[in-house]
């Protein structure tokens, strides 16, 4: 089932792995283990087929994985395609992109999607050769209704409702009633009160709207409770029921800081493959109701790119999403990372009282970013769903414990540890927690403001679920085992300095091939998330917000936005 390597390829292989540990020992932090058992080694020829040269060469440019061509002999087929198309979006981009010499995700070949407007709708914008990007402020993911998700402490997925304007409450004559000030009485229930101080009693069931609506029991609304001096952010569902979530925890729109101080800035892109795609199916041109997954679907969407005289550079990479995070690189070794030129808003400070400051943006800047994690999505032969690989920075967050398959056939068990002596980049040396709890929350302009009892500063980040699988699952060792393999055997066969060495891939899920609002088959990392992407949605996976109809409606009318949350928000590309 899985990849056999000859004899040669092994030894190749243990020699370049060993050199791979001495050299994690002293300068990443996240150390794959050297014994691992290799059932996801990428063979040697395989490997140097993916450079443009036919060999490895050092930070070379690499050709993009066939997603029109891909196999499915193995669990290892999709986490080498992730493998192979991490190394092509962070190559040198040759002539035929229009690059300049940056990096093949920073050329014509790409369109940055922009942030929503007002209405929720986003536009296509075309990335120039030579052009400096701009990046915004990371916000947290939206769940399937375009609502902010949170994970509650018993690891359910809960959607937010922003607080209303005017909170209003259905009391038992029916009749709506503004709530004024609300507290906590007994057994956790809060008491809701007029203008006038006087006790509101509630309509017993679900309430109506405009205070809140239940939906399906995974929805729940947030807003102020009095309690003692000053107030603080709580959830109810329907039932009046508080939610609980750990220490700190916001509306969901949460910022992340490292712990240099740099604010984490993300952006979102697609390949040309993808506007054509939607741009088709928006006109009538192309019927279809999935993401394009076999040859046929790739043919409709070049003929309909060349009657509008464009032709896709690489049409075989299929439609592609990418959401990468960045950082500056003040206090990092430049070396380590990847970088672009891009520019990021600037802020100033405003204090609202004696003990909370705000950020409020007062312009732009240009400045140097450092790539600390991406999301590489994109849909392969047979499945529409797409394949979802994550990758993230070696330096950036200590793991909870995981175990794995080691040579001789035995589970060897890696305990969590933060490590005194180290240096993350998002979280604090030695830590004992609390982890993943939001210090600060921006608002729709960016402005930044404190979580109550807290400052704008870094928190500490685990990555809950290592390799994406909870340590107890029956799964538990067989998934961090390959993907311990393959990270093994790619960085061990790239040159000594190539800086894409230090990038792990840290988790890979896919279904069965059939959209993931039906029911069938997770398989991969069940519980995959980036600590830069979704350092707050842990323990989650993808198909957690990614679900539903895959491409139709708009972010106004909460429909088609499950799998891809931003095809039926897009403005189709403006053709002759």
């Given at each position: 089932m899985f990849h056999k390597m000859t004899e040669k390829c092994s030894c190749y292989w243990l020699m370049s792995l060993a050199l791979l540990s001495l050299c994690q020992a002293a300068s990443a932090q996240t150390i794959l283990p050297s014994d691992a058992s290799p059932t996801c080694a990428v063979p040697a020829a395989t490997f140097n087929s993916w450079f443009t040269s036919g060999a490895v060469t050092l930070n070379g440019a690499v050709q993009p994985a066939d997603s029109v061509a891909f196999s499915t002999n193995s669990d290892c087929d999709f986490l080498e395609w992730g493998e192979n198309m991490f190394l092509w979006l962070t190559s040198?981009?040759?002539?035929?992109?229009?690059?300049?010499?940056?990096l093949v995700l920073n050329t014509p070949l790409f369109f940055d999607v922009s942030t929503p407007d007002s209405m929720g709708n986003r536009t296509f914008i075309p990335i120039?050769?030579?052009?400096?990007?701009?990046?915004?402020?990371?916000?947290?993911?939206?769940?399937?209704?375009?609502?902010?998700?949170?994970?509650?402490?018993?690891?359910?997925?809960?959607?937010?409702?922003?607080?209303?304007?005017?909170p209003i409450i259905l009391d038992r004559a029916g009749n709506q009633v503004e709530v004024a000030s609300t507290r906590f009485g007994f057994f956790g229930k809060p008491i809701f009160r007029d203008a006038s101080g006087k006790v509101i009693k509630p309509l017993l069931g679900p309430r109506g709207k405009?205070?809140?609506?239940?939906?399906?029991?995974?929805r729940v609304e947030m807003f102020r409770i009095i309690r003692g001096v000053g107030d603080m952010l709580t959830f109810?569902?329907?039932?009046?029921?508080?939610?609980?979530?750990?220490?700190?925890?916001t509306m969901g729109n949460d910022v992340l800081m490292d712990q240099h101080g740099s604010l984490v800035y993300f952006a979102i892109q697609v390949n040309d493959v993808y506007p054509y795609f939607l741009t088709g199916v928006?006109?009538?041109?192309?019927?279809?109701?999935?993401?394009?997954?076999?040859?046929?679907?790739?043919?409709?969407?070049?003929?309909?790119?060349?009657?509008?005289?464009?032709?896709?550079?690489?049409?075989?990479?299929?439609?592609?999403?990418?959401?990468?995070?960045?950082?500056?690189?003040?206090?990092?070794?430049?070396?380590?990372?990847?970088?672009?030129?891009?520019?990021?808003?600037?802020y100033h400070t405003n204090s609202t009282t004696s003990n909370s400051t705000t950020w409020t943006t007062n312009g732009m800047k240009q400045t140097e970013l450092a790539l600390?994690?991406?999301?590489?999505?994109?849909?392969?032969?047979?499945?529409?769903?797409?394949?979802?690989?994550?990758?993230?920075?070696?330096?950036?967050?200590?793991?909870?414990?995981?175990?794995?398959?080691?040579?001789?056939?035995?589970?060897?068990?890696?305990?969590?540890?933060t490590g005194s002596s180290f240096t993350w980049l998002f979280c604090s040396s030695?830590?004992?927690?609390?982890?993943?709890?939001?210090?600060?929350?921006?608002?729709?302009?960016?402005?930044?403001?404190?979580?109550?009892?807290?400052?704008?500063?870094?928190?500490?980040?685990?990555?809950?679920?290592?390799?994406?699988?909870?340590?107890?699952?029956?799964?538990?060792?067989f998934v961090p085992t390959e993907l311990i393999s393959i990270n093994n055997s790619v960085r061990g066969m790239l040159m000594p300095g190539d800086v894409r060495a230090n990038y792990i891939l840290t988790g890979v899920t896919w279904t069965g091939g059939?959209?993931?609002?039906?029911?069938?088959?997770?398989?991969?990392?069940?519980?995959?998330?980036?600590?830069?992407?979704?350092?707050?949605?842990?323990?989650?996976?993808?198909?957690?917000?990614?679900?539903?109809?895959?491409?139709?409606?708009?972010?106004?009318?909460?429909?088609?936005?499950?799998?891809?949350?931003?095809?039926?928000t897009l403005s189709p590309l403006s053709l002759p």
């Open positions: 040198p981009a040759p002539a035929i992109y229009g690059g300049s010499g940056g120039t050769s030579g052009g400096i990007r701009h990046f915004m402020v990371r916000k947290a993911q939206v769940g399937p209704r375009g609502l902010p998700v949170r994970m509650n402490r018993e690891g359910r997925m809960i959607e937010i409702e922003p607080p209303p304007a005017r405009p205070f809140f609506i239940n939906n399906q029991g995974n109810l569902d329907a039932a009046d029921n508080p939610i609980q979530f750990g220490e700190g925890e928006a006109g009538g041109t192309i019927q279809a109701t999935q993401f394009p997954s076999s040859q046929q679907d790739m043919n409709n969407i070049t003929s309909f790119a060349q009657a509008h005289a464009v032709t896709l550079s690489d049409p075989d990479t299929m439609t592609m999403e990418i959401k990468s995070a960045w950082v500056e690189t003040n206090g990092l070794d430049v070396s380590k990372y990847i970088t672009m030129a891009a520019t990021i808003p600037t600390v994690g991406i999301h590489v999505v994109g849909t392969v032969l047979g499945h529409p769903e797409m394949v979802w690989a994550t990758f993230e920075h070696m330096d950036n967050s200590p793991q909870a414990a995981y175990s794995y398959f080691n040579t001789s056939g035995s589970t060897t068990t890696v305990p969590q540890d030695g830590s004992s927690g609390p982890y993943n709890n939001a210090n600060m929350t921006a608002a729709a302009n960016d402005t930044i403001s404190p979580v109550q009892g807290f400052t704008i500063s870094p928190s500490d980040t685990l990555r809950i679920t290592a390799w994406g699988v909870p340590i107890n699952n029956n799964t538990g060792t059939v959209p993931p609002s039906i029911p069938n088959g997770l398989y991969g990392s069940s519980e995959m998330a980036n600590t830069t992407l979704e350092t707050y949605q842990q323990p989650s996976n993808c198909f957690d917000c990614h679900n539903g109809t895959p491409m139709l409606g708009t972010m106004s009318t909460g429909q088609g936005i499950g799998l891809s949350h931003i095809f039926g």
